[in-house]
């Protein structure tokens, strides 16, 4: 390897990651793409995925097929464990060592972000995230299961509690997976069972904000809350949760 020429570490290949490395294509420079998974990932059709609308394969791309023609640079399936500033270089562990470094001159860390349970984190183990697949496939697996149980259970009575969704945050995601249920139980689902009707599931929205999709225009948001509440979901607003 030529000394001369900068040594680019990149850690993470979602967009920021994949942005980072296409801008550098033309540079001299010897780069290095390092993420824990194999694949891309476009996050923002998670919730298709979560709702059997779209399977896995259809939003996560290989890294190296997408830079497979970019001849400065090279991925590493390995997950970064620390960056030592003075030594300029990062660790990373990979399925066969640990703590292997890997020197730098330019580093950019594009990791993403975690969801946040706002000082909750025990509602982890009830309500997983949606950042990754396995969390879309888990979310997925939840509501389908749902629906089996209630089919399968002879008292009507426990059919409204096993067939009630509560989604708590009323942002593109939220927004996004209340509105795909709704429509998945009155179209994907309506015919399938034959001891409970699946458009009687309840669907709940609640956040603590005044509107849906607080970050975005009023006219938007209050379009939002309409088609939802046309589609049946019933959103709390201006309600947080405790417990």
Do not use: W
């Amino acid at each position: 390897m030529d000394e001369s020429i900068p040594r680019i570490v990149i850690v993470g290949g979602g967009f920021g990651g994949l942005a980072a490395a296409k801008a550098f294509r033309h540079t001299p420079a010897h780069i290095t793409l390092i993420d824990r998974t194999n694949h891309h990932l476009f996050q923002p059709l998670l919730y298709q995925v979560a709702t059997s609308v779209l399977t896995p394969g259809h939003i996560a791309s290989p890294i190296r097929g997408i830079l497979r023609n970019q001849k400065n640079i090279t991925v590493i399936l390995a997950e970064v464990t620390g960056v030592d500033k003075d030594r300029r270089c990062v660790f990373a562990n990979s399925a066969d060592r640990e703590e292997v470094p890997l020197p730098y001159d330019y580093l950019i860390l594009a990791t993403g972000v975690r969801h946040s349970y706002f000082g909750h984190d025990e509602f982890e183990k009830f309500a997983p995230g949606l950042k990754g697949l396995a969390d879309a496939v888990a979310v997925r697996n939840k509501i389908l299961q749902g629906f089996e149980q209630a089919e399968a259970e002879e008292d009507p009575s426990r059919h409204r509690d096993l067939l009630t969704f509560v989604l708590v945050g009323a942002g593109p995601t939220g927004v996004e997976l209340a509105g795909e249920i709704a429509l998945m139980v009155r179209t994907t689902l309506r015919s399938d069972f034959r001891r409970i009707d699946p458009t009687s599931a309840r669907i709940v929205l609640v956040d603590m904000g005044d509107r849906v999709l607080g970050t975005f225009s009023e006219e938007i948001s209050e379009a939002a809350e309409k088609r939802l509440s046309k589609l049946g979901v019933e959103v709390r607003l201006g309600q947080g949760v405790e417990q």
